[in-house]
């Protein structure tokens, strides 16, 4: 609705319209995507008709009606007024069949746009980020934009981005450091999604140990190096449990058996965002395995089979994926394992054997993940140390969730952030930059805090996260993508519907309705009269 039509933007003239059409002694009930004002008249919302500003969150008829639905009124009339961006006929279900419904879809006059959908950091080198910048137009005539990125208010490189096929994709050299800024399309012609806010932050060494025999886990340390990580490994009987809470990542390699004391501690490290690792071993009882990893999912660990497999497909969809690989792999050199557990559960794959059983798994809570492999990997067993693919599997596995990269949250999105603070029984973080603040849902975790923004902030941009005065992170926000694609509506969703054009005929078209319902009212009134009056003709008459 921030879409300019013949008479300015959408929004704004809509309102306009309420508020010069509606009849002064109209009762009727508003809703917005926020708020709602029930049993009104146009005299007592004036005001508040007149301060009503642009949403980040995008329409949704479904809830709209669903909170109508909740009211007991019957046969109610429904102006729906709406650009209709994104509107299907699954949306139309939702109205009631006593209910009618009358729609004012305003028509933009801009067809053209250009957006920003997303931004993150494709590799890193010594000194540099390589940023990868997505966007996506919609319309028949796209012209060539230019593109910029800001740290703060300073620019550090300009393009013109010409977009084939309604897409293109923009790469950025900046300097790694820590970052707190936007990419902004700089054309005055374009509607929405101009501008995406993100934060990097100063790169942090994620804390992992490793609880097993220091020859097996020799592999870790090649790979979790000092550059990136605070690495260290401890055998199951020299263990400090105090040391746990410190950690990020905790991998359990090949321990034969895993101490009650151990899995309630690991229970809670989960709980408290940390990410776990599993790697069982071949003399692991499946029974206490299945009881440990039951705690986070519905996982049944079964027999060792020894029965030779190859690793021999990557789900590229997996979220442990995400922005590895370039391009889909198809001729890498299958690793494999002698012997494996069977393994019951309804978890995706990340790595699939031959047989089409998983090979690594993963459950995503909202705040860490859990990996769990069904074979040992020793050299004695696999030799999935010697593949490839043993550097991006690991290394993402301890990345997941530590923010070391791009931070750019959606407004709307309910998804928590973890941010590492440690906080008082009565500390609170607070969120705001120089025009919004706000205090956000959140969970005191050991030295990390969960965070929950639901509808907030109200407008999209960069924010700071504040421990009182002190300054905790850097955090930025954008609205939903979905408004930017400014694709035609399909009138036909709409046939069995009342489409008016203005706000102005369809309190005409109302008042025809219920004059004509009026009139029914009168004939049905009359007929019965006449009837009655035939009939006593008729017994008179006898």
């Given amino acids: 609705?921030?879409?300019?039509?013949?008479?300015?933007?959408?929004?704004?003239?809509?309102?306009?319209?309420?508020?010069?059409?509606?009849?002064?002694?109209?009762?009727?009930?508003?809703?917005?995507?926020?708020?709602?004002?029930?049993?009104?008249?146009?005299?007592?919302?004036?005001?508040?008709?007149?301060?009503?500003?642009?949403?980040?969150?995008p329409f949704d008829?479904?809830?709209?009606?669903?909170?109508?639905?909740?009211?007991?009124?019957?046969?109610?009339?429904?102006?729906i007024i709406t650009?209709?961006?994104?509107?299907?006929?699954?949306?139309?279900?939702?109205?009631?069949?006593?209910?009618?419904?009358?729609?004012?879809?305003?028509?933009?006059?801009q067809k053209n746009n250009v957006s920003i959908d997303s931004v993150y950091i494709n590799e890193t080198t010594t000194n540099f980020y390589d940023i990868k910048v997505n966007l996506s137009g919609s319309g028949d005539d796209l012209k060539s934009?230019?593109?910029?990125?800001?740290?703060?208010?300073?620019?550090?490189?300009?393009?013109?981005?010409?977009?084939?096929?309604?897409?293109?994709?923009?790469?950025?050299?900046?300097?790694?450091?820590?970052?707190?800024?936007?990419?902004?399309?700089?054309d005055n012609g374009l509607s929405y999604d101009n501008n995406?806010?993100?934060?990097?932050?100063?790169?942090?060494?994620?804390?992992?140990?490793?609880?097993?025999?220091?020859?097996?886990?020799?592999?870790?340390?090649?790979?979790?190096?000092?550059?990136?990580?605070?690495?260290?490994?401890?055998?199951?009987?020299?263990?400090?449990?105090?040391?746990?809470?410190?950690?990020?990542?905790?991998?359990?390699?090949?321990?034969?058996e895993i101490p009650q004391a151990l899995q309630i501690t690991l229970k809670t490290f989960v709980q408290k965002g940390g990410n776990l690792i599993v790697i069982p071993s071949a003399k692991s009882n499946p029974a206490t395995l299945t009881s440990f990893l039951g705690n986070f999912g519905r996982i049944q660990f079964k027999s060792y089979e020894k029965v030779e497999k190859l690793i021999s497909k990557i789900n590229f969809s997996h979220p442990l994926f995400s922005g590895v690989f370039e391009s889909r792999i198809t001729n890498f050199q299958y690793p494999s394992t002698k012997a494996s557990f069977a393994v019951s559960s309804s978890n995706p794959g990340a790595l699939i054997y031959d047989d089409q059983t998983a090979f690594l798994s993963a459950i995503h809570t909202a705040v860490s993940a859990v990996y769990y492999f069904s074979?040992?990997?020793?050299?004695?067993?696999?030799?999935?140390?010697?593949?490839?693919?043993?550097?991006?599997?690991?290394?993402?596995?301890?990345?997941?969730?530590?923010?070391?990269?791009?931070?750019?949250?959606?407004?709307?999105?309910?998804?928590?952030?973890?941010?590492?603070?440690?906080?008082?029984?009565?500390?609170?973080?607070?969120?705001?930059?120089?025009?919004?603040?706000?205090?956000?849902?959140?969970?005191?975790?050991?030295?990390?805090?969960?965070?929950?923004?639901?509808?907030?902030?109200?407008?999209?941009?960069?924010?700071e996260i504040y421990n009182q005065k002190q300054w905790i992170e850097n955090i930025s926000f954008n609205y939903n993508r979905t408004e930017s694609q400014l694709s035609s509506f399909d009138t036909k969703i709409l046939a069995d519907y009342n489409t008016i054009d203005s706000v102005e005929n369809v309190f005409q078209r109302l008042q025809t309705d219920r004059m004509d319902n009026q009139l029914w009212k009168w004939f049905v009134i009359f007929a019965l009269l006449f009837l009655l009056c035939e009939m006593a003709i008729i017994k008179f008459l006898k």
């Fill in 1 to 57: 609705m921030q879409a300019k039509g013949k008479k300015g933007e959408l929004l704004k003239r809509t309102i306009q319209e309420l508020l010069e059409e509606t009849p002064e002694n109209q009762n009727f009930s508003l809703l917005t995507n926020s708020e709602s004002y029930w049993n009104t008249d146009i005299k007592s919302i004036r005001t508040t008709l007149q301060n009503i500003k642009y949403s980040a969150i």
């Fill in 61 to 79: 008829l479904n809830t709209v009606l669903a909170k109508i639905n909740t009211r007991t009124t019957v046969n109610k009339d429904i102006i």
């Fill in 83 to 109: 650009d209709a961006i994104g509107m299907n006929p699954k949306h139309l279900k939702s109205i009631s069949k006593n209910d009618t419904a009358y729609f004012i879809i305003p028509q933009s006059e």
């Fill in 145 to 186: 934009v230019p593109v910029a990125i800001y740290n703060q208010k300073k620019l550090l490189a300009k393009t013109i981005a010409n977009l084939e096929n309604n897409k293109k994709t923009l790469h950025f050299n900046i300097p790694k450091e820590s970052f707190h800024g936007y990419v902004s399309i700089s």
């Fill in 196 to 256: 995406y806010y993100f934060s990097i932050a100063k790169e942090k060494k994620t804390n992992i140990i490793s609880i097993g025999e220091a020859q097996k886990s020799s592999f870790l340390q090649r790979i979790y190096t000092a550059d990136e990580f605070n690495y260290s490994n401890s055998e199951i009987s020299t263990l400090d449990y105090n040391n746990l809470e410190k950690q990020d990542v905790v991998v359990l390699n090949e321990i034969d």
């Fill in 375 to 463: 074979s040992p990997i020793n050299t004695e067993n696999s030799n999935f140390q010697q593949s490839p693919l043993i550097v991006p599997v690991f290394y993402k596995m301890a990345q997941f969730n530590q923010n070391n990269g791009v931070n750019a949250l959606t407004i709307g999105n309910s998804s928590p952030f973890i941010v590492d603070a440690s906080l008082s029984k009565d500390g609170i973080l607070e969120v705001k930059n120089n025009t919004e603040q706000f205090i956000p849902i959140q969970q005191i975790m050991n030295s990390k805090v969960k965070i929950t923004f639901t509808d907030l902030p109200l407008e999209a941009g960069n924010f």
